[in-house]
């Protein structure tokens, strides 16, 4: 029995903000409650690695070292998306385009995330961007974007902390479906 390690990277934080809803949410908050969620969720079958636990700056590069310095044999970098236009909604999941073994998590986490939030399923894409923690980390990695902190009602959902625990019950099911299925946990 290898020990799983799964590292949940909370996006932005400290100096860093991330995006800023209109009622003023930071999108480093949500993503920071979220992860403390999953860490729970994620220790009965696994351990968890935060790189960060509180509000601080943490740079891409200190947070791909620890994924893989831990040799983490999952990376999910947890985002809120943003955008000018307020009608923009949906969530979505992001991963390196040749990474067979990303895509396969995320085609298990994205149908429960999609099911929990209750949002538009804006579906799963291979990075166009060349991001940072997908191409720098050495384990299969995701970039789980929630939902659009940029539109109003689905910031007002991110601020539900019922709902935030169903989105990381949902990451966490996606996750034990592609444990079982490789045989790794029962």
């Not at 947890?78 to 073994?101: F, K, M, Q």
Request: net charge negative.
């Amino acid at each position: 029995y290898t020990l799983i390690k799964v590292c949940i990277d909370p996006g932005h934080g400290g100096k860093d903000p991330g995006a800023v809803g209109n009622g003023g949410l930071t999108e480093a908050s949500v993503n920071l409650t979220l992860a403390r969620m999953l860490e729970q969720k994620v220790s009965e079958y696994a351990e968890p690695l935060l790189t960060r636990k509180s509000n601080e700056y943490v740079s891409l590069q200190d947070r791909v070292e620890l994924a893989n310095q831990e040799k983490a044999s999952f990376f999910i970098s947890l985002h809120c998306n943003s955008v000018s236009n307020p009608n923009a909604r949906g969530t979505e999941t992001i991963y390196w385009p040749s990474s067979v073994e990303g895509r396969k998590l995320a085609e298990k986490i994205h149908p429960h995330l999609v099911s929990a939030t209750g949002f538009k399923d804006r579906g799963i894409k291979p990075d166009q961007r060349g991001l940072y923690v997908l191409k720098h980390t050495k384990m299969p990695a995701l970039i789980v974007e929630v939902g659009f902190i940029s539109n109003p009602s689905e910031e007002a959902w991110m601020r539900n902390q019922e709902w935030l625990d169903d989105i990381a019950e949902a990451v966490s099911s996606g996750i034990c479906e592609y444990l079982e299925e490789k045989g790794l946990i029962r």
